[in-house]
């Protein structure tokens, strides 16, 4: 499918849904497939898990009977280029979110049904390519559009967005995360101000857990882009979910 004309007037990183489209992965196969890219890129790629520990080509763990996952399937060529996760609270207050264990921080009790973990975001090679793109494509999540056909925005901080609208439009109150530091920087750097729940720890690189609101994402401090794309992932999970 090729990209519409250039709009003047058409919100910054629009042309991000001319390429890509958001699928729930609401039955076997398609969460099949989200197991497949994360098997691909965290152990494949990356390393980060081993293979012995995944069998059968899939990356998946008892937190996903509990999760809504998310694929970004690549409009021309049909394949799905990544995935990520929103982990919603046990009912069992003894089974904590996967955070929680890696920063040994709890969540309060009597908000915990009113939050839900973003994770396991993967984004396959072949979509993460750009000179300017870094670990998992996060490294510039937007720029300018150098001609019409060009999007300006990556699959990563696209999923990133989307899988945060996805809890808030289930009402929760707020989504965490275990952020790269320096993502978390450059998102700071753009307006977007995340709470920052404790200290740094050493999960494939220096990381930290952060908690984000609606009003994070909303704030008239954030820069105009970052609201523009917010924004347009928020429609588009409404259409899918």
């Given at each position: ?8 007037h058409?919100?910054?990183g ?9 699928v ?10 989200a197991?497949?890219?994360r ?5 494949s790629?990356?390393g980060?898990e081993?293979a012995?520990?995944?069998p ?5 763990d008892l937190?996903d009977r509990?999760?809504?996952?998310m ?6 060529s049909g ?12 009912a ?7 955070f929680?264990?890696a920063?040994g921080?709890?969540?309060?009790e009597?908000?915990?049904s009113?939050?839900?973990e ?8 072949d ?6 793109d870094t670990?998992m ?6 720029q ?10 990556t699959p990563?901080f696209g999923?990133?967005?989307a899988?945060?609208w996805v809890g808030?439009?289930?009402g ?7 952020m ?5 920087r450059l998102?700071?750097s753009l307006?977007l101000?995340f ?6 720890i050493?999960?494939h690189?220096?990381r930290?857990?952060?908690r ?5 994402l909303?704030?008239?401090?954030v820069d105009?882009r ?5 924004a347009?992932?928020r ?5 899918v979910w």
């Amino acid at each position: 499918m090729s990209a519409r004309p250039a709009n003047a007037h058409a919100p910054f990183g629009d042309a991000f849904f001319d390429y890509f489209e958001l699928v729930r992965a609401n039955d076997d196969a398609l969460r099949e497939a989200a197991y497949r890219i994360r098997y691909q890129v965290y152990v494949s790629e990356m390393g980060f898990e081993k293979a012995e520990d995944c069998p059968g080509g899939r990356e998946t763990d008892l937190y996903d009977r509990r999760a809504d996952i998310m694929l970004l399937r690549h409009r021309a060529s049909g394949r799905f280029a990544g995935c990520v996760r929103l982990i919603l609270a046990d009912a069992d207050p003894a089974r904590p979110f996967p955070f929680e264990l890696a920063c040994g921080r709890r969540v309060e009790e009597d908000v915990r049904s009113r939050v839900g973990e973003v994770s396991r975001l993967a984004v396959v090679a072949d979509f993460r390519r750009r000179r300017t793109d870094t670990f998992m494509g996060l490294g510039a999540p937007i720029q300018a559009a150098t001609n019409q056909r060009r999007n300006p925005v990556t699959p990563a901080f696209g999923l990133i967005f989307a899988s945060a609208w996805v809890g808030l439009e289930r009402g929760l109150d707020a989504v965490y995360t275990l952020m790269e530091l320096r993502l978390a920087r450059l998102l700071q750097s753009l307006g977007l101000r995340f709470i920052q729940l404790g200290d740094p720890i050493d999960y494939h690189g220096p990381r930290a857990p952060f908690r984000i609101t609606r009003d994070a994402l909303e704030s008239p401090e954030v820069d105009a882009r970052i609201r523009q794309v917010s924004a347009l992932m928020r429609a588009h999970v409404a259409q899918v979910w």
